[in-house]
T-cell receptor, first 117, second 113 residues
Framework: GAGVSQTPSNKVTEKGKYVELRCDPI?????LYWYRQSLGQGPEFLIY????????DSGLPNDRFFAVRPEGSVSTLKIQRTERGDSAVYLC???????????????FGPGTRLTVL | AQKITQTQPGMFVQEKEAVTLDCTYD???????LFWYKQPSSGEMIFLIY??????QNATEGRYSLNFQKARKSANLVISASQLGDSAMYFC??????????FGRGTSLIVHP
């Protein structure tokens, strides 16, 4: 079946501009995660959705970052007034609802490489 | 708070040999899960193996096995019979009660022919 897809694969923008990154999770996965990965680092958690609601947004670095998942499937990560430090690969992952007794491993998309000039 | 430490920035192994990638963790949660992911140069994270904190036996998935030593808080990944296609970044991750995984910084593995 289809995996997690992310669009665009690459995005180049200028400092101060607004960008939207899209994630289409695996059908049936209720949990959706956004991560940011800088060069030489592991994925850094941004936000976690369970269904339509943001269950945990503690990883969002500041109020320029916002994410939505209005119908419980596709999610959009929105970054306002982009800064050069926002340049990174933004990864999306989905899974079944987290459960203490099951791995419910995350399935990752290919990422969006954001470059802010 | 959860913390994952991967102390090996890079590892080299000869094709067909076995290699161990180190991972230590720290958590105050009693129940947690440990994961290993592979990230090839294409960028996509690929799930490899999972170990639950209450699992008594070490997890195995094909050529991958997880050497879980709970008292030492280590969860090392062992890859047997390395293949050229195993060259990639490998990330150890942990998920506790918050359900938010914490990832290590990764280890780069290069398999030589």
């Amino acid at each position: 079946g289809a995996g997690v897809s992310q669009t665009p694969s690459n995005k180049v923008t200028e400092k101060g501009k607004y960008v939207e990154l899209r994630c289409d999770p695996i059908s049936g996965h209720t949990a959706l995660y956004w991560y940011r990965q800088s060069l030489g680092q592991g994925p850094e958690f941004l936000i976690y959705f369970q269904g339509t609601g943001a269950a945990d947004d503690s990883g969002l670095p500041n109020d320029r970052f916002f994410a939505v998942r209005p119908e419980g499937s596709v999610s959009t990560l929105k970054i306002q007034r982009t800064e050069r430090g926002d340049s990174a690969v933004y990864l999306c992952a989905s899974s079944f609802r987290p459960d203490r007794d099951s791995p419910n491993e995350q399935f990752f998309g290919p990422g969006t490489r954001l470059t802010v000039l | 708070a959860q913390k994952i430490t991967q102390t090996q920035p890079g590892m080299f192994v000869q094709e067909k040999e076995a290699v161990t990638l180190d991972c230590t963790y720290d958590t105050s949660d009693q129940s947690y899960g440990l994961f290993w992911y592979k990230q090839p140069s294409s960028g996509e994270m690929i799930f490899l193996i999972y170990q639950g904190s209450y699992d008594e036996q070490n997890a195995t998935e094909g050529r991958y096995s997880l050497n879980f030593q709970k008292a030492r808080k280590s969860a090392n990944l062992v890859i047997s019979a390395s293949q050229l296609g195993d060259s990639a970044m490998y990330f150890c991750a942990m998920k506790g009660g918050s359900y938010i995984p914490t990832f290590g910084r990764g280890t780069s593995l290069i398999v030589h022919p």
